[in-house]
Protein backbone atom coordinates (compact mmCIF):
# COMPACT_ATOMS: atom_id res chain seq x y z
CA UNK A 1 0.00 0.00 0.00
CA UNK A 2 1.08 3.67 -0.59
CA UNK A 3 -0.21 6.97 -0.14
CA UNK A 4 -1.24 7.90 -3.72
CA UNK A 5 -2.32 11.77 -3.54
CA UNK A 6 -2.37 14.68 -1.04
CA UNK A 7 -4.60 17.14 -0.46
CA UNK A 8 -5.03 20.66 1.79
CA UNK A 9 -8.08 22.96 1.64
CA UNK A 10 -7.13 26.10 3.00
CA UNK A 11 -10.35 27.98 2.98
CA UNK A 12 -12.73 25.38 4.43
CA UNK A 13 -15.27 24.42 1.57
CA UNK A 14 -13.31 26.11 -1.50
CA UNK A 15 -10.95 23.92 -4.00
CA UNK A 16 -8.62 22.08 -2.67
CA UNK A 17 -4.80 21.96 -3.31
CA UNK A 18 -3.29 18.93 -4.75
CA UNK A 19 0.32 18.17 -2.77
CA UNK A 20 3.47 16.14 -3.31
CA UNK A 21 4.35 16.59 0.09
CA UNK A 22 3.58 18.64 3.01
CA UNK A 23 4.72 18.79 6.65
CA UNK A 24 2.09 17.51 9.26
CA UNK A 25 1.41 19.24 13.07
CA UNK A 26 -1.15 19.18 15.72
CA UNK A 27 -4.12 20.15 13.28
CA UNK A 28 -3.11 18.17 10.26
CA UNK A 29 -1.31 18.89 7.16
CA UNK A 30 0.32 22.53 7.47
CA UNK A 31 -2.24 25.42 6.19
CA UNK A 32 -5.15 22.73 6.23
CA UNK A 33 -8.12 24.51 6.98
CA UNK A 34 -6.79 27.46 8.83
CA UNK A 35 -9.12 29.90 7.04
CA UNK A 36 -13.03 29.77 7.06
CA UNK A 37 -15.79 32.43 5.68
CA UNK A 38 -18.77 33.11 7.93
CA UNK A 39 -21.95 35.04 8.03
CA UNK A 40 -21.08 38.56 9.21
CA UNK A 41 -24.51 39.38 11.69
CA UNK A 42 -24.21 36.00 13.35
CA UNK A 43 -20.58 34.35 12.72
CA UNK A 44 -22.27 31.06 11.57
CA UNK A 45 -19.97 29.14 8.94
CA UNK A 46 -20.53 28.54 5.45
CA UNK A 47 -20.46 25.85 3.18
CA UNK A 48 -20.79 24.65 0.04
CA UNK A 49 -23.81 22.59 1.32
CA UNK A 50 -25.56 25.88 1.48
CA UNK A 51 -23.13 28.02 -1.07
CA UNK A 52 -22.44 25.64 -3.84
CA UNK A 53 -20.78 28.55 -5.36
CA UNK A 54 -17.55 28.34 -2.53
CA UNK A 55 -16.56 25.39 -5.23
CA UNK A 56 -14.83 28.08 -7.38
CA UNK A 57 -13.40 29.79 -4.81
CA UNK A 58 -9.80 28.68 -4.60
CA UNK A 59 -7.50 29.61 -1.70
CA UNK A 60 -3.55 29.26 -1.68
CA UNK A 61 -1.74 29.17 1.46
CA UNK A 62 0.92 32.24 0.61
CA UNK A 63 4.52 31.74 2.15
CA UNK A 64 4.28 33.94 5.15
CA UNK A 65 1.00 31.90 6.25
CA UNK A 66 -1.57 34.22 5.09
CA UNK A 67 -3.66 33.65 1.85
CA UNK A 68 -4.00 33.95 -2.15
CA UNK A 69 -7.85 34.11 -2.85
CA UNK A 70 -8.64 33.85 -6.51
CA UNK A 71 -12.07 33.33 -8.49
CA UNK A 72 -13.34 33.78 -12.02
CA UNK A 73 -13.48 37.00 -13.32
CA UNK A 74 -11.58 38.74 -9.98
CA UNK A 75 -9.03 39.72 -9.43
CA UNK A 76 -6.39 37.46 -6.94
CA UNK A 77 -6.50 38.89 -3.47
CA UNK A 78 -3.27 38.11 -0.66
CA UNK A 79 -4.29 38.36 2.83
CA UNK A 80 -2.25 38.59 5.82
CA UNK A 81 -2.16 36.11 8.82
CA UNK A 82 -4.33 38.49 11.46
CA UNK A 83 -2.09 39.41 14.25
CA UNK A 84 -2.81 39.37 17.21
CA UNK A 85 -6.54 39.37 19.34
CA UNK A 86 -7.45 43.05 19.02
CA UNK A 87 -10.16 41.85 16.29
CA UNK A 88 -12.07 38.89 17.31
CA UNK A 89 -15.13 37.74 15.84
CA UNK A 90 -17.53 35.14 17.70
CA UNK A 91 -18.05 32.01 15.01
CA UNK A 92 -20.12 29.00 15.42
CA UNK A 93 -19.18 25.81 13.52
CA UNK A 94 -21.46 23.08 14.44
CA UNK A 95 -21.90 22.86 18.22
CA UNK A 96 -18.61 24.37 18.83
CA UNK A 97 -18.31 28.94 19.68
CA UNK A 98 -15.03 30.24 19.44
CA UNK A 99 -13.44 33.46 19.02
CA UNK A 100 -11.16 33.51 16.33
CA UNK A 101 -8.95 36.92 14.64
CA UNK A 102 -11.21 38.31 11.65
CA UNK A 103 -9.05 38.82 8.38
CA UNK A 104 -10.39 42.32 7.84
CA UNK A 105 -12.35 44.67 5.72
CA UNK A 106 -10.86 44.14 1.96
CA UNK A 107 -10.86 40.38 1.80
CA UNK A 108 -14.62 40.53 3.81
CA UNK A 109 -15.78 42.64 0.61
CA UNK A 110 -13.86 40.75 -1.76
CA UNK A 111 -15.70 38.07 -0.50
CA UNK A 112 -18.67 39.09 0.14
CA UNK A 113 -19.20 40.39 -3.66
CA UNK A 114 -18.32 36.96 -4.96
CA UNK A 115 -20.38 34.39 -2.26
CA UNK A 116 -23.52 37.22 -2.63
CA UNK A 117 -23.73 37.34 1.02
CA UNK A 118 -22.44 39.66 3.83
CA UNK A 119 -19.57 37.03 4.92
CA UNK A 120 -16.14 37.76 7.21
CA UNK A 121 -12.75 35.98 7.05
CA UNK A 122 -11.40 34.56 9.89
CA UNK A 123 -8.30 32.73 10.59
CA UNK A 124 -7.61 29.92 13.70
CA UNK A 125 -4.04 30.37 15.48
CA UNK A 126 -2.86 27.21 17.16
CA UNK A 127 -3.71 28.29 20.87
CA UNK A 128 -7.50 28.80 19.54
CA UNK A 129 -8.45 25.64 18.46
CA UNK A 130 -11.02 23.55 19.27
CA UNK A 131 -11.12 19.53 20.95
CA UNK A 132 -12.17 16.54 18.97
CA UNK A 133 -16.02 15.35 19.52
CA UNK A 134 -17.07 14.10 22.90
CA UNK A 135 -15.68 10.48 23.12
CA UNK A 136 -13.45 10.65 20.45
CA UNK A 137 -9.54 11.27 20.75
CA UNK A 138 -6.73 12.54 23.38
CA UNK A 139 -7.05 15.73 25.29
CA UNK A 140 -3.95 16.67 23.80
CA UNK A 141 -5.91 16.25 20.41
CA UNK A 142 -7.23 19.67 18.29
CA UNK A 143 -8.89 20.34 15.60
CA UNK A 144 -8.90 23.51 13.16
CA UNK A 145 -11.97 24.31 11.03
CA UNK A 146 -12.65 20.77 9.41
CA UNK A 147 -16.11 19.71 10.23
CA UNK A 148 -14.83 17.84 13.33
CA UNK A 149 -11.17 15.85 12.66
CA UNK A 150 -7.56 17.12 11.60
CA UNK A 151 -7.35 13.80 8.90
CA UNK A 152 -9.61 12.32 6.39
CA UNK A 153 -8.07 9.18 4.46
CA UNK A 154 -9.82 7.58 1.74
CA UNK A 155 -8.84 4.49 -0.06
CA UNK A 156 -8.51 4.67 -3.80
CA UNK A 157 -10.35 1.25 -4.07
CA UNK A 158 -13.48 2.26 -2.24
CA UNK A 159 -14.01 5.05 -4.86
CA UNK A 160 -13.20 2.72 -7.79
CA UNK A 161 -16.09 0.51 -6.05
CA UNK A 162 -18.86 3.84 -5.82
CA UNK A 163 -17.76 4.38 -9.36
CA UNK A 164 -18.90 0.87 -10.20
CA UNK A 165 -22.02 0.77 -8.61
CA UNK A 166 -22.96 4.27 -10.14
CA UNK A 167 -22.06 3.83 -13.10
CA UNK A 168 -19.88 6.99 -14.60
CA UNK A 169 -16.59 8.94 -13.14
CA UNK A 170 -16.37 10.66 -9.98
CA UNK A 171 -13.81 12.69 -8.98
CA UNK A 172 -12.10 11.70 -5.42
CA UNK A 173 -12.24 15.73 -4.33
CA UNK A 174 -16.45 15.01 -3.93
CA UNK A 175 -15.19 13.43 -0.91
CA UNK A 176 -12.06 15.64 -0.07
CA UNK A 177 -10.00 13.92 1.70
CA UNK A 178 -6.47 14.93 2.98
CA UNK A 179 -4.93 11.04 2.01
CA UNK A 180 -5.54 8.83 -0.61
CA UNK A 181 -4.21 4.94 -0.31
CA UNK A 182 -3.47 2.87 -2.87
CA UNK A 183 -2.97 -0.53 -2.99
CA UNK A 184 -5.65 -1.62 -0.10
CA UNK A 185 -9.32 -3.53 -1.39
CA UNK A 186 -12.17 -1.83 -1.14
CA UNK A 187 -13.53 -0.25 2.69
CA UNK A 188 -10.04 -1.95 4.24
CA UNK A 189 -10.01 1.32 5.86
CA UNK A 190 -13.33 0.58 7.66
CA UNK A 191 -11.19 -1.99 10.09
CA UNK A 192 -7.95 -0.07 10.77
CA UNK A 193 -6.92 1.14 13.75
CA UNK A 194 -3.64 2.21 13.58
CA UNK A 195 -1.32 3.22 10.49
CA UNK A 196 1.92 4.03 9.56
CA UNK A 197 2.98 6.14 6.36
CA UNK A 198 6.52 6.84 6.44
CA UNK A 199 7.29 7.17 9.45
CA UNK A 200 4.30 8.69 11.03
CA UNK A 201 1.75 6.72 12.83
CA UNK A 202 -2.16 7.99 12.53
CA UNK A 203 -5.13 6.56 14.97
CA UNK A 204 -8.31 5.96 12.83
CA UNK A 205 -10.76 7.43 15.34
CA UNK A 206 -14.40 7.49 13.19
CA UNK A 207 -15.81 6.95 10.12
CA UNK A 208 -16.46 9.68 8.29
CA UNK A 209 -20.23 10.85 7.84
CA UNK A 210 -21.53 11.88 4.31
CA UNK A 211 -24.10 14.93 3.15
CA UNK A 212 -25.06 16.41 -0.01
CA UNK A 213 -22.14 18.31 -0.47
CA UNK A 214 -20.72 15.11 -2.12
CA UNK A 215 -23.60 15.26 -4.89
CA UNK A 216 -21.63 19.17 -6.13
CA UNK A 217 -19.03 18.55 -9.02
CA UNK A 218 -16.21 19.55 -7.45
CA UNK A 219 -15.18 21.82 -10.91
CA UNK A 220 -18.20 23.29 -12.31
CA UNK A 221 -20.21 23.80 -8.80
CA UNK A 222 -22.81 21.74 -10.04
CA UNK A 223 -25.00 19.42 -8.15
CA UNK A 224 -26.15 16.35 -9.64
CA UNK A 225 -29.79 16.30 -10.48
CA UNK A 226 -29.94 12.51 -9.38
CA UNK A 227 -28.63 13.18 -6.10
CA UNK A 228 -25.54 10.67 -7.05
CA UNK A 229 -23.41 9.14 -5.54
CA UNK A 230 -24.91 10.07 -2.63
CA UNK A 231 -28.12 8.00 -3.15
CA UNK A 232 -25.42 4.62 -4.14
CA UNK A 233 -23.75 4.99 -1.22
CA UNK A 234 -27.02 5.03 0.77
CA UNK A 235 -28.01 1.83 -0.26
CA UNK A 236 -24.69 0.03 0.81
CA UNK A 237 -22.99 2.58 3.33
CA UNK A 238 -26.13 3.57 5.69
CA UNK A 239 -25.36 2.56 9.68
CA UNK A 240 -27.95 4.01 11.87
CA UNK A 241 -29.07 6.54 9.47
CA UNK A 242 -25.57 7.96 8.85
CA UNK A 243 -24.06 7.29 5.21
CA UNK A 244 -20.33 6.40 6.12
CA UNK A 245 -17.45 6.85 3.54
CA UNK A 246 -13.48 7.47 4.45
CA UNK A 247 -12.10 7.45 7.75
CA UNK A 248 -11.13 10.62 10.18
CA UNK A 249 -7.35 10.42 11.75
CA UNK A 250 -5.10 11.78 14.28
CA UNK A 251 -1.32 11.63 13.91
CA UNK A 252 0.78 10.90 16.76
CA UNK A 253 3.46 13.58 16.20
CA UNK A 254 4.91 15.57 13.27
CA UNK A 255 7.17 15.25 10.72
CA UNK A 256 6.62 15.17 6.67
CA UNK A 257 4.34 13.22 4.43
CA UNK A 258 4.87 12.87 0.46
CA UNK A 259 2.90 10.83 -2.23
CA UNK A 260 4.23 7.63 -2.43
CA UNK A 261 5.37 6.79 1.03
CA UNK A 262 4.63 3.30 2.19
CA UNK A 263 1.43 2.66 4.07
CA UNK A 264 0.96 0.36 6.50
CA UNK A 265 -1.76 -1.29 8.82
CA UNK A 266 -0.38 -2.05 12.57
CA UNK A 267 -3.33 -2.47 14.39
Known amino acids: MRLSALYRYPLKSARAQALQSSPLDLLGLSGDRRWMLVERDNGRFLTQRAYPQMSQLSAACANDGGLVLDAPGRASLQVPVPEGDSNLRGVLIWRDTLRVPDAGDEAAQWLSEFIGKDVRLVHVPEQRTRFLPNGYGLNSDRVAFADGFPLLLIGQA??????????????????????????????????????????MEFRVLKPCERCILTTIDPQTGERSAD?????????YRQKEGDVLFGQNLVADGSGVLEVGMAVAVLE
Do not use: C, H, Y
Request: aromatic share 6%.
Open 158 to 199: SLDDLVQRVGRPLEMLRFRPNLVVEGASAFAEDGWKRIRIGE
Open 227 to 235: REPLATLKT
